[in-house]
């Protein structure tokens, strides 16, 4: 049986760097640091130029706390560069990532019921919804519910995204999206409630691309 089509691999968005310093002061006692968030749900500075496991942040208090600050960025400051803010007082945290500022890593040892997040363990963890598992046709990947704040959908790791793959099923054959997902001795029907969501952030990043790379 061959591997999930859906999930294939395929480049997030990515943006060209604005112009900023880290730790800039654009006000008095006020800081400004810039992060960005890969499809493996690994955490770095903007600007490390070599971005891997040995660079990323792996302190679990640090990623608990700037993850569950997150909210969309309203601050007036980078928005369209870095659509995500964390906040720490006066200190501000600027976010961006290669697909959405929720990655979700793995289920908790010992607890199929806790979907784990962006590194922090059981720090940072969501109810696992099998039936909402949502694969986006426009780029192939696996999503599930994430927090409100954080947009509401979370990408699903590819190593674990594929470690799930023959646990989808096909009612109307596997070149459409899957229709069900085996869990536990059940099938879940495939309810694919994130879709408007998915679909509505990918019109967002079309907004900001020439209209004729956009997809039709």
């Given at each position: ?33 810039f ?11 903007d ?10 942040f ?130 879940y ?28």
């Open positions: 049986m061959r591997l999930l089509p859906a999930l294939r691999l395929r480049p997030g968005p990515s943006a060209a760097a604005p112009g900023y310093r880290q730790g800039q002061r654009p006000e008095p006692r006020t800081r400004e640091y992060y960005y968030l890969d499809h493996q749900g690994q955490l770095f500075l600007d490390t130029k070599v971005k891997n496991f040995i660079t990323c792996k302190d679990v208090a640090f990623l608990s706390f700037f993850f569950k600050q997150l909210e969309q960025n309203r601050s007036g400051r980078y928005e369209a560069e870095f659509p995500f803010l964390s906040r720490c007082g006066r200190e501000r945290n600027f976010l961006r990532c290669d697909d959405r500022p929720v990655v979700f890593t793995h289920l908790l040892p010992g607890d199929s019921r806790l979907l784990s997040y962006c590194g922090a363990g059981e720090r940072l963890v969501v109810p696992f919804q099998p039936e909402k598992l949502t694969v986006f046709p426009e780029n192939g990947r696996l999503y599930h519910p994430a927090p409100a704040k954080s947009g509401g959908v979370g990408l699903v790791r590819s190593a674990l995204a594929l470690e799930w793959s023959s646990r989808f099923q096909y009612e109307h054959g596997q070149e459409q999206p899957p229709t069900h997902f085996l869990w536990e001795g059940r099938s029907r495939l309810t694919e409630e994130l879709l408007p969501l998915l679909w509505a952030g990918s019109a967002r990043e079309c907004s900001d691309i020439p209209i004729s790379t956009c997809p039709t």
